[in-house]
C-alpha cells in the first residue's frame, strides 16, 4: 500500500483521480477501523494533514462560517463562533463519540463516510449548509441535502474530496438545538432531531427540521416546517409535524433500535429540540 502526504488539495485530488481504490484519509478514526476489520483494502492512503487549507473555522463579513474539512468535532464542539441557528453544528458536534473520537475524527470524514446514525449530517440539513468540494472538475458547492444520497453514500465523484462546510448567516432571533437519543453515552444514534427556528417574540417565523437515523438519509419535509411556522409552537403543532416527518421517514431497524421504537421518539425528541431551542434564545 502507497501513503501520500500531499500539500496542496491539487495534489491530493491528482492522487485520488488516477487510482480508484486509493482513499483520502483524515482522522482514521473510521478508515482504520474498517482496514483493521479488512472491510477496506485500499491500494493507496492520501492523508489530508498537511493541507493547510483544510484547516480551521473562519466568519466572512456577512456572517457566512465556513468550516475546513480537516476541522476535528473537538474544535467545533469547543468554537466561540456560531451564531444563532449555525450553533446546531457545535451541539451536535458536542454529542459524538467520546473525547478521543473527538479530537480525531473530522469534518470532512464524518460527512464523506454519510454514516445515517452520525450527528452532522441532520444537523448540516437543519442549518442548510453547503459543502464545497474539490476535484478533477474544480470546486463545487452542494447542499447538504443533496450531498446525503444513501445509506454510506454520497454525491462525491471519483477524485473528490469535501473541502469545506459553508454555514450560511444566521437570521436575526434564530436558535438551534440537537436531541440525540442513544442507548449509551458515546453511542451512534438510535434517532436524533436537529432544529433551527427563528421566533417573533412567541411566534414561530422560520424553522428547519430535520432527523438522524430515520431514514439511510437525514430525513426533512417542507410541509413538517410549513405545519409549524405561524404556530406559537404548541403541542398541536408539534404533532402535526412528528406527523409529517414519520410519514417521509424510512427508519432503519437495527441493533440500535427496531424501526418503530425509533418513530415513537420523534414527537417527543422534536418536542424537546424546539424546548431547548426556545430555551437558549430567552
Ligand atoms: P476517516 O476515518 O479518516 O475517513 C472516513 C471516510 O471518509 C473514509 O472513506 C475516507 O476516505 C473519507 N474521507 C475522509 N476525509 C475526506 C474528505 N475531506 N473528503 C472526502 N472523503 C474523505 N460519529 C458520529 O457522528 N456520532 C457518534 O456518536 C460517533 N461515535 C463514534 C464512536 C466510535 C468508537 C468511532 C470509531 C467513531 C464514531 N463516530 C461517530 C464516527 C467519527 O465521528 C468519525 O469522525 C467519522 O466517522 C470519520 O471521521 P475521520 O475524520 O476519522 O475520517
Redesign the pocket.
Known sequence: MNFYEPATLEEAAGLLAKDEDA????????????MNAEL?E?TS??S?RRIAS?NGISTSSDGTVTIG??T??HEVSNTEVLDGGQAIVRH?AR????P???N??????????A?P?????AALVAANAMIE?FGPSGTRDIKAEDFFIDFLE?S?EQG????AVRLPPSSRGSSAAYE?F?RVD????TLSVAVVVTMDTDTCTQIRVSLGSAGPTPVRADMADAALVGTVLDDDAVSAAAAILIEASDPLDDVRGSAEYRMMLVPELLRRAIAGARKLRS
Open positions: 482513499r483520502p484519509l483524515a482522522g482514521g478514526a473510521t478508515l482504520v477501523a474498517m477496506l485500499p492512503l492520501v489530508l483544510l474539512a480537516m476535528t468535532h451536535a454529542v459524538i463519540g467520546h478521543a473520537i473527538r480525531m475524527g473530522t469534518m470532512g470524514g464524518s460527512i464523506s463516510h454514516d446514525a452520525a450527528d452532522y449530517p468540494t454520497t462525491l473528490e474530496l469535501v473541502s440525540k442513544a458515546g453511542d451512534f444514534a
